[in-house]
């Protein structure tokens, strides 16, 4: 195989992955490539597979056949509630700075995240006294406290509602703005996607394969009605098959 | 967070059980007493520890104790039960070496290879046919498909009226039996739950006081000279400390004359130790007089061949147990003479 | 509580039962100044303090740490799981005849009987609490970088404490339940060999003062154990 040595550097990696479980076959021949810095969404209908590759790419669940290459450190953010509910706000984000060895640097940074996600004043309180939006907060600033490499996104805001999710997608963005950082988002939420990745990666039912790439260039924070947003959702629903209006063979002229 | 809130509660939960360590040991009692001559002199003498049930039948062995704090002889410290299975269990482990303990019960013991003896007795009489008080029954034979209740199928009370009714030619299955714990009894009459009972004191007397039950028969009438309980030492104690045997039954002998020539006092003396109350054990000294007696407390092999002929009959036993393995007459004294004792001392133990 | 203190009272005044086997109130006071002056009561409870507390102690601190073993590892569960279901089921009482073999009479046997009352369903409690953690906390603690006795301290026991607690207050009410049986070999002290003496002396009034204090204790002691369940880093466990 040619390998050149920048892609050796490339933080994520797989190739030819498929996975089964028992004769369930999830994921076929999958190769993909995330680039350092790149935000990378998953898109797909339910059930595909996406949090099977999550949980490949984390290392958390191995390839049937295939490898899977990560350079870096790691963090995921879960759907469901991954905050400790033992711990306050500060102690869970605090999780996050471990490894900052120096005290003083550690309050600093900190403060910083305090700072970024706009909860001062909820830095004692336990996760259950605080809101849906306000715990995703939490859980996104432990996750890019400290010197991560990649930050892998379950459907991290599913569980808000819409305006919520809106907001939580401007401060994601904002977020890596100050702390850029490898993302993979998987969601289900097309106009998520949309909204923040560099490149969308569509899959098709399972076993899941790759059968869409999308390339945004706009940049971050982008409108929900913003043109390129609503352009790319329109041309992702069609190739789903969900989009009526649109002409189909002119959908398919967009695409190539 | 967590970790200094759970260790906190974890040293708490230990401090405040070496709290209770220190409160329930009394180290500072220990060490004040000390050096008190009574220490000195309990420790150079003999010791022993000798169980009993508060009941009537049991008397001389706090008496014993009581006359025995002073005495320069041995010192026997009265260990109160509260059931016979408890006592039982405690002899076999070897925890217990003498104790007062029910006639067959003692025989039972030796059959399943206990080595165990009886020494002495404790008292004769003084068990009690009770009655419901709105019985019109006269005899055991107006007790005809009524409820009656014994206190353990091995007891000699249960013995001795099955002896009765054959005697009155009343068959097994016309009374029907029910074992019950003594204390139970009087409001298990009082309830009219049971209808009659047959037990040692004071269990009768407590429903003849509260007037819910009445005398149909006193042991004595029914059978002289009845032995409910015997006193039990096992061989280890006799072959390793004879004397201490030999003063044990001489005490209880001489308690036995004592209580017979006070019975008010013995009444007094006693009820602390059963933790009773003083009228009841005083109505069973004195109601009649020889409701209970503490005289002639040498077991012949005439009444333990009775009770163990009558055992074996209804199954206790279940085969003979030669009544000479049973029984040690070599520690009774020739000559009884009543036990030396301070009611007035007594009376300031008691303030 | 007030309105059974009068019918209380009532029946007894009203000699539906013979006054010496239904004491009324009033003869339960003088019962508590009897035992109140003779120090036998502070007696009586600090050795079933002592008791009870010892044996729970010594439970506690043996069955958590099991129960964190049979909750992470599968096969001893399988293994162990039916021995310490077949061993809760009995009851404690069974085990009297033993403990005197073993222990004796006096602290030992009525500790031993108090243990095996609480040992094993704190085992189970622990167990369960432990095997129902999320899979999501093992997670993000390998994300973080937590591993070994980091994992046990910073995840697992803090993930388990409500449930523990929950299972402590439980029991705890449990060893307090078995200290009148227990204490029947007890020998000569304790609240509940003060019952079982009461019943034996005929004295009911006694027997109902002994009633009373474990009640008021076992109130107590819940009261204590509920304080716990204040603790800000186990709060969550009790607010779904």
């Given at each position: 195989?040619?390998?050149?040595?920048?892609?050796?550097?490339?933080?994520?990696?797989?190739?030819?992955?498929?996975?089964?479980?028992?004769?369930?076959?999830?994921?076929?021949?999958?190769?993909?490539?995330?680039?350092?810095?790149?935000?990378?969404?998953?898109?797909?209908?339910?059930?595909?597979?996406?949090?099977?590759?999550?949980?490949?790419?984390?290392?958390?669940?191995?390839?049937?056949?295939?490898?899977?290459?990560?350079?870096?450190?790691?963090?995921?953010?879960?759907?469901?509630?991954?905050?400790?509910?033992?711990?306050?706000v500060?102690?869970?984000?605090?999780?996050?700075l471990?490894?900052?060895?120096?005290?003083?640097?550690?309050?600093?940074?900190?403060?910083?995240?305090?700072?970024?996600?706009?909860?001062?004043?909820?830095?004692?309180?336990?996760?259950?006294?605080?809101?849906?939006?306000?715990?995703?907060?939490?859980?996104?600033?432990?996750?890019?406290?400290?010197?991560?490499?990649?930050?892998?996104?379950?459907?991290?805001?599913?569980?808000?509602?819409?305006?919520?999710?809106?907001?939580?997608?401007?401060?994601?963005?904002?977020?890596?703005?100050?702390?850029?950082?490898?993302?993979?988002?998987?969601?289900?939420?097309?106009?998520?996607?949309?909204?923040?990745?560099?490149?969308?990666?569509?899959?098709?039912?399972?076993?899941?394969?790759?059968r869409?790439?999308?390339?945004?260039?706009?940049?971050?924070?982008?409108?929900?009605?913003?043109?390129?947003?609503?352009?790319?959702?329109?041309?992702?629903?069609?190739?789903?098959?969900?989009e009526?209006?649109?002409?189909?063979?002119?959908?398919?002229?967009?695409?190539? | 967070?967590?970790?200094?809130?759970?260790?906190?509660?974890v040293?708490?939960?230990?401090?405040?059980?070496s709290?209770?360590?220190?409160?329930?040991?009394?180290?500072?009692?220990?060490?004040?007493?000390?050096?008190?001559?009574?220490?000195?002199?309990?420790?150079?003498?003999?010791?022993?520890?000798?169980?009993?049930?508060?009941?009537?039948?049991?008397?001389?062995?706090?008496?014993?104790?009581?006359?025995?704090?002073?005495?320069?002889?041995?010192?026997?410290?009265?260990?109160?039960?509260?059931?016979?299975?408890?006592?039982?269990?405690?002899?076999?482990?070897?925890?217990?070496?003498?104790?007062?303990?029910?006639?067959?019960?003692?025989?039972?013991?030796?059959?399943?290879?206990?080595?165990?003896?009886?020494?002495y007795?404790?008292?004769?009489?003084?068990?009690?046919?009770?009655?419901r008080?709105?019985?019109?029954?006269?005899?055991?034979?107006?007790?005809?498909?009524?409820?009656?209740?014994?206190?353990?199928?091995?007891?000699?009370?249960?013995?001795?009226?099955?002896?009765?009714?054959?005697?009155?030619?009343?068959?097994?299955?016309?009374?029907?039996?029910?074992?019950?714990?003594?204390?139970?009894?009087?409001?298990?009459?009082?309830?009219?739950?049971?209808?009659?009972?047959?037990?040692?004191?004071?269990?009768?007397?407590?429903?003849?006081?509260?007037g819910?039950?009445?005398?149909?028969?006193?042991?004595?009438?029914?059978?002289?000279?009845?032995?409910?309980?015997?006193?039990?030492?096992?061989?280890?104690?006799?072959?390793?400390?004879?004397?201490?045997?030999?003063?044990?039954?001489?005490?209880?002998?001489?308690?036995?004359?004592?209580?017979?020539?006070?019975?008010?006092?013995?009444?007094?003396?006693?009820?602390?130790?059963?933790?009773?109350n003083?009228?009841?054990?005083?109505?069973?000294?004195?109601?009649?007089?020889?409701?209970?007696?503490?005289?002639?407390?040498?077991?012949?092999?005439?009444?333990?061949?009775?009770?163990?002929?009558?055992?074996?009959?209804?199954?206790?036993?279940?085969?003979?147990?030669?009544?000479?393995?049973?029984?040690?007459?070599?520690?009774?004294?020739?000559?009884?003479?009543?036990?030396?004792?301070?009611?007035?001392?007594?009376?300031?133990?008691?303030? | 509580?007030?309105?059974?203190v009068?019918?209380?009272?009532?029946?007894?005044?009203?000699?539906?039962?013979?006054?010496?086997?239904?004491?009324?109130?009033?003869?339960?006071?003088?019962?508590?100044?009897?035992?109140?002056?003779?120090?036998?009561?502070?007696?009586?409870?600090?050795?079933?303090?002592?008791?009870?507390?010892?044996?729970?102690?010594?439970?506690?601190?043996?069955?958590?740490?099991?129960?964190?073993?049979?909750?992470?590892?599968?096969?001893?569960r399988?293994?162990?799981?039916?021995?310490?279901?077949?061993?809760?089921?009995?009851?404690?009482?069974?085990?009297?005849?033993?403990?005197?073999?073993?222990?004796?009479?006096?602290?030992?046997?009525?500790?031993?009987l108090?243990?095996?009352?609480?040992?094993?369903?704190?085992?189970?409690a622990t167990?369960?609490?432990?095997?129902?953690?999320?899979?999501?906390?093992?997670?993000?603690?390998?994300?973080?970088?937590?591993?070994?006795?980091?994992?046990?301290?910073?995840?697992?026991?803090?993930?388990?404490?409500?449930?523990?607690?929950?299972?402590?207050?439980?029991?705890?009410?449990?060893?307090?339940?078995?200290?009148?049986?227990?204490?029947?070999?007890?020998?000569?002290?304790?609240?509940?060999?003060?019952?079982?003496?009461?019943?034996?002396?005929l004295?009911?009034?006694?027997?109902?003062?002994?009633m009373?204090?474990?009640?008021?204790?076992?109130?107590?002691?819940?009261?204590?154990?509920?304080?716990?369940?204040?603790?800000p880093?186990?709060?969550?466990?009790?607010?779904?």
């Open positions: 195989m040619n390998v050149s040595r920048e892609d050796l550097t490339e933080p994520l990696r797989l190739a030819s992955v498929s996975r089964s479980f028992d004769s369930l076959e999830v994921l076929r021949d999958m190769s993909l490539e995330v680039r350092r810095g790149e935000f990378v969404a998953i898109v797909g209908p339910s059930g595909c597979g996406k949090t099977t590759l999550l949980n490949l790419l984390s290392g958390f669940d191995r390839p049937t056949s295939g490898t899977v290459t990560r350079t870096g450190s790691t963090r995921m953010v879960y759907q469901q509630d991954g905050l400790f509910p033992w711990l306050t500060r102690e869970n984000i605090e999780m996050g471990r490894h900052v060895q120096d005290n003083a640097e550690r309050m600093r940074q900190l403060a910083e995240m305090f700072d970024l996600i706009n909860l001062h004043g909820f830095a004692e309180h336990y996760p259950h006294q605080l809101s849906g939006g306000m715990r995703q907060r939490v859980e996104l600033a432990r996750a890019l406290a400290g010197e991560t490499d990649i930050m892998l996104l379950d459907e991290p805001f599913s569980a808000l509602d819409y305006l919520t999710r809106l907001r939580m997608r401007e401060e994601l963005a904002r977020l890596l703005e100050t702390r850029p950082r490898t993302v993979v988002l998987v969601t289900h939420d097309i106009e998520e996607a949309a909204q923040l990745a560099d490149r969308i990666i569509v899959l098709t039912e399972r076993p899941a394969c790759i869409m790439e999308l390339r945004l260039t706009v940049p971050r924070p982008r409108s929900p009605v913003q043109a390129e947003v609503v352009d790319a959702v329109q041309r992702i629903l069609a190739e789903l098959g969900l009526n209006e649109t002409d189909d063979r002119l959908v398919r002229a967009n695409i190539n | 967070m967590f970790r200094s809130s759970t260790a906190r509660f040293l708490m939960a230990l401090a405040f059980i709290v209770l360590t220190v409160l329930r040991f009394k180290p500072w009692q220990r060490f004040a007493t000390g050096n008190t001559a009574v220490t000195n002199s309990t420790k150079s003498r003999e010791q022993l520890g000798v169980g009993f049930l508060p009941v009537t039948c049991h008397l001389t062995c706090p008496v014993t104790d009581y006359a025995t704090r002073t005495s320069t002889a041995t010192r026997f410290e009265s260990q109160r039960f509260t059931d016979f299975p408890t006592v039982v269990e405690s002899i076999k482990s070897g925890r217990l070496q003498a104790t007062f303990l029910l006639a067959p019960l003692a025989m039972k013991l030796r059959e399943q290879g206990v080595p165990v003896k009886i020494v007795l404790g008292h004769r009489d003084g068990s009690t046919v009770m009655v008080q709105d019985l019109a029954a006269e005899s055991l034979r107006d007790l005809r498909g009524k409820v009656f209740a014994i206190p353990s199928r091995a007891s000699n009370q249960n013995l001795v009226i099955h002896k009765l009714m054959e005697d009155q030619g009343i068959r097994e299955d016309e009374i029907r039996f029910v074992e019950l714990p003594p204390p139970d009894m009087p409001g298990a009459l009082a309830a009219k739950a049971i209808d009659a009972y047959f037990v040692g004191e004071p269990h009768a007397a407590k429903a003849e006081l509260d819910t039950g009445r005398v149909l028969h006193h042991a004595k009438d029914i059978w002289p000279g009845f032995i409910s309980c015997v006193l039990v030492v096992h061989e280890d104690l006799i072959r390793d400390r004879p004397e201490v045997v030999r003063d044990l039954v001489r005490g209880i002998a001489e308690s036995g004359e004592w209580a017979e020539q006070h019975r008010l006092d013995a009444a007094k003396l006693s009820a602390p130790y059963f933790r009773q003083e009228r009841v054990v005083r109505h069973v000294l004195t109601q009649p007089p020889d409701r209970v007696s503490y005289r002639m407390l040498t077991p012949t092999d005439e009444d333990l061949q009775q009770i163990h002929d009558m055992a074996l009959k209804i199954g206790i036993l279940e085969r003979p147990v030669p009544i000479a393995e049973v029984v040690d007459r070599q520690f009774i004294p020739q000559e009884i003479k009543p036990a030396n004792i301070d009611m007035q001392a007594a009376k300031d133990a008691n303030n | 509580m007030f309105l059974i009068v019918l209380w009272g009532v029946l007894s005044a009203l000699t539906v039962f013979p006054s010496s086997l239904f004491p009324s109130p009033l003869d339960v006071v003088r019962g508590f100044l009897e035992e109140i002056q003779s120090g036998r009561l502070l007696d009586d409870i600090i050795a079933s303090l002592f008791r009870v507390c010892t044996g729970f102690a010594i439970a506690a601190g043996a069955g958590v740490p099991l129960g964190l073993v049979l909750g992470h590892r599968a096969r001893f399988q293994a162990l799981l039916p021995l310490v279901n077949f061993f809760r089921s009995l009851s404690p009482l069974a085990w009297i005849p033993f403990a005197i073999l073993w222990f004796g009479i006096g602290d030992l046997p009525a500790i031993f108090i243990f095996m009352a609480s040992f094993f369903p704190i085992v189970l167990t369960a609490a432990v095997a129902s953690i999320p899979t999501i906390y093992f997670r993000v603690a390998e994300d973080y970088g937590l591993g070994g006795s980091q994992l046990l301290r910073e995840v697992t026991l803090p993930a388990i404490l409500p449930q523990v607690i929950t299972a402590l207050r439980v029991t705890a009410g449990l060893a307090w339940v078995v200290v009148v049986a227990a204490e029947m070999i007890a020998g000569r002290d304790g609240l509940g060999f003060a019952i079982w003496d009461a019943r034996n002396g004295r009911m009034d006694l027997l109902v003062v002994g009373i204090v474990i009640g008021a204790i076992g109130v107590v002691v819940d009261r204590l154990l509920v304080r716990l369940m204040l603790l880093s186990v709060r969550w466990g009790y607010e779904r």
